[in-house]
Every structure is written in structure tokens, then in C-alpha cells.
């Protein structure tokens, strides 16, 4: 008998569709080139509408589809979740310009699995693609702490906003009240407002005590 031909055949995983949604030819160009360059992604199918790209998920069922939060006029939040109807086993990779944390906790909310700014690095497009496919959250670091310190600090008390959570990191670094306002170009009055609102919201004012809450909401290391 041949040796040969007991040697086990290496089997190829199978490709990660990939469905590309962006109104902007030149964008998607980018992306299309990008992820050409590593041979687990097979591009299926690219849309430039809203409803272009719930078409092209109904029909070739990606495992990612990269989504632009407007096309052509029309946000795509609201069809996400048609989509996932559409195909349950795609994963939704949000590519956006739109850096408000609200936006990323919508996308999340409505059935996305990843959140990513188009500022972002090249490398960073390709792992995040990488960890949705594979079952995985993917938010990019700098709105994942901004979404962390959204959290209600105690039951029945707000959560802080993004302005307070800024003015937090920066008390916990270390810096007064006049060289925050210098930072954030708004008033010193404006500053101690803000701490004010910080103290009632956590109930913590020492320098201690906020760089220990900052901490916890990965705002600073």
C-alpha cells in the first residue's frame, strides 16, 4: 500500500463571506482591497442602500457584513435587526464616522456585534472582522471605555455623561480644575459644575476615591 495515500488530507477552513455596505464606491474600495489581503475573507456581495444590503443579506447569507450607519440618507440602526431575521447566523461589524457613544450602544442594542470608527488602522478592521466571525464583541477601545463609564454608578442613579466621564479621567490623572477647562476649552465654572455633578452622581470626590471610579470605567490605567 502507498504511504502516500494514508496521509491525512489538511482540510481548508472554509472562507468568512463578507458583505460590504457603504454608499461610497471609494470606501468600499478600500475595504474590498483590504481584506483581499488575507485569504479567510471572500467578498460576496457589496451594497451601497439600505435596502440594497438587506437584499444582499437575505440572499448570500454572509457570515460579516460591514455596515455603514447611513446610506444613501437612511440610517441602517432600524434594520438591523430585519436583518438578522433575514440571515440569524451573520454578524454585524458597524464601520462609521460617528464617534458618539449613544450610536455604538444603539448599534449594540439592536443585534451588532462590532462597532468600529473608519479612523481606525487597517490592522485593526481585519481583527476586528476576525473576532465578530468568530462569535465574538469587538468595540473599538477608545468608545468601549466611553461606554463603560455610562454605566449607572449606583442603582437609581444616573448614568455619567461623556463630557462628566472626560472631566473624571482628567481629576484622576491629577489635573485642577483650571487646566481641565484650559483642556476642554470651556470655563473654569463650567468645570466645577461638572465635578459637582460627578460628586452627586457617584457619591466620591477625594482624589482617591475618582481615580478609583475612573479606574473601574477604564478610563485610565
Known amino acids: 500500500m502507498d504511504a502516500r495515500s494514508s496521509t491525512p488530507v489538511r482540510q481548508t477552513p472554509p472562507a468568512i463571506t463578507v458583505v460590504l455596505a457603504d454608499d461610497h464606491l471609494v470606501v468600499r474600495a478600500g475595504m474590498r482591497l483590504l481584506l483581499a489581503q488575507d485569504p479567510a475573507f471572500r467578498i460576496v456581495a457589496e451594497s451601497a442602500t439600505v435596502p440594497e444590503t438587506l437584499e444582499a443579506v437575505r440572499r448570500h447569507r454572509p457570515r460579516v457584513l460591514v455596515l455603514d450607519l447611513t446610506m444613501a440618507g437612511q440610517s441602517s440602526l432600524p434594520v438591523i435587526p430585519a436583518m438578522l431575521t433575514a440571515s440569524p447566523s451573520t454578524r454585524i461589524l458597524v464601520l462609521t464616522m460617528q464617534e458618539d457613544p449613544a450610536f455604538a450602544r444603539e448599534a449594540l442594542r439592536t443585534g451588532a456585534s462590532g462597532y468600529l470608527l473608519k479612523e481606525a488602522a487597517a490592522e485593526e478592521l481585519l481583527a476586528a472582522a476576525h473576532q465578530v466571525a468568530g462569535g465574538a464583541t469587538y468595540v473599538q477601545p ?31 490623572l491629577g489635573h485642577t480644575n483650571q487646566e481641565i477647562a484650559q483642556r476642554l476649552y470651556v470655563s473654569v465654572r463650567t468645570v466645577e459644575t461638572h465635578r459637582s455633578r460627578i460628586r452627586d452622581k457617584l457619591g466620591k470626590d477625594t482624589r482617591a476615591e475618582l481615580i478609583a471610579a475612573a479606574r473601574e470605567r477604564g478610563l485610565v490605567a
Not at 468601549?144 to 444616573?158: D, F, M, S, Y
Open 142 to 172: 477608545v468608545l468601549g471605555a466611553r461606554l463603560a463609564v455610562e454605566w449607572p454608578a449606583r442603582a437609581g442613579k444616573e448614568p455619567l455623561t461623556a463630557r462628566e466621564a472626560e472631566v473624571l479621567s482628567l481629576l484622576a
